[in-house]
């Protein structure tokens, strides 16, 4: 048994397909299927069930992928730890984020992480934040960038995001400041699917029970939906597009946020790779809320 099958028995386990592992790795699909073929020999068990749409792991596969992800861990540890040892010009970093805070938080932390340390590969995941967990508790990834949901592991806070109120340009409240959600709660209103706990929890906080139309995970369709005077929405400060044409935002009144962070499994043991990530993104976000809403923050003063 040696790293290389188990590698490659991961990379079908996560593309659920012997070609596209092989097309990742630069492997032909016979060798991808010799190299997990070989590893099930010399277990003696059977992984991965072979399908005409695909490939699906075992019961005993599922319990082994647990195991070879943590001995691949170790071994980027060491990795890691010997790059910590010589300025850390080499080594891995993981990154799994929910898709809303991808796009406006994570460019600029990468591209200042590389700055500092070329040598150092990023590796980026997005989904949904039930994803992001399930990555960090197989150990996929090494730090999630996520919004504080549970306790489940160590969360390390960056920053604070507002939560806005959207409406149709030509809205009776278009012209407020700060909306109050007595004020929209009768309306019709989009649920964006990543923000559906926190906004349920103020909802509930103050007694209102939101008219629900449709939930829908992509911002730019929310956006588009609202243009349409499809209905009225919620959305977190980070996950607001840059322009804004036919809606108009306002602050939440009273006002809300919620935590964005780090979340990584254990303070246990942190890697030099993943310590000089965990500073670099401290510092990037320490006056970044004094930058955001750069665009939208006047138009929203104006109004009062």
Known sequence: MTLFQLEVFL?????????????????????????VAALESELNIKLINRHRKGVSLTKIGERITGLIRDLLIIKTKIINEAAGITGLETGTIRIGSISS????????????????????????????????????KLSVIDVGVVTEESHEFEFIPLLQ?????????KHPLSNQAFIHLKEIANEPFIMPKE??????????????????QFEVSDIATIIAMVQEGVGNTILPEMAIPTTLPKVTASYLSPQVYQNLGLEIRSTDYISPVLTAFIHVTQEFTKNLSLKLFNSYHSVIVKKR
């Open 11 to 35: 990379k079908v386990v996560e593309t659920e397909s012997f070609t596209k592992a092989g097309e990742q790795i630069g492997l032909s699909q016979s060798a991808v299927s010799q190299a």
């Open 161 to 169: 995001d507002k939560m806005i109120v959207f409406v149709p340009e």
């Open 101 to 136: 805070i991808s796009a406006k938080l994570l460019p600029g932390i990468i591209s200042s992480f590389k700055k500092q340390f070329p040598g150092v590969e990023v590796i980026l995941y997005e989904g949904n934040y039930e994803e992001v967990n399930n990555w960090i």
């Open 195 to 212: 923000c559906h706990r926190v906004l349920h929890s103020i909802f509930k906080e103050h007694g209102i029970s939101p008219n629900i």
